[in-house]
């Protein structure tokens, strides 16, 4: 349960409400409240509407997303290659 969002909603006074406010349905926010997360996207809004942080709406922390994608990006090969990579190759071997 995200507890920011959960506060969110009761500033509201109803669901339909806040879904009219953030223009989306009310599915999708039962749908945010069932997966414990608010669309990044829809974050910033919530937070303006609210004064919930978006860092807690979202359910994530984007620094730490961010700073594990940098560090997955560092250990993959490189894809693809050049034709003097091939000679590099052919010359070591």
């Not at 608010?38 to 994530?60: H, K, M, Y």
């Amino acid at each position: 349960m995200n507890q920011a969002l959960e506060r969110a909603v009761k500033k509201f006074s109803s669901i339909a409400d806040m879904a009219r406010q953030m223009d989306v349905t009310y599915q999708a926010i039962q749908d945010w409240r069932k997966r414990g997360r608010v669309p990044a996207d829809r974050c910033i809004r919530l937070a303006e509407l609210t004064g919930e942080s978006r860092e807690e709406l979202v359910g994530w922390p984007p620094s730490n997303i961010t700073e594990q994608a940098k560090a997955s990006d560092d250990v993959q090969p490189p894809v693809g290659g050049t034709s003097s990579d091939d000679k590099l190759a052919k010359m070591v071997a």
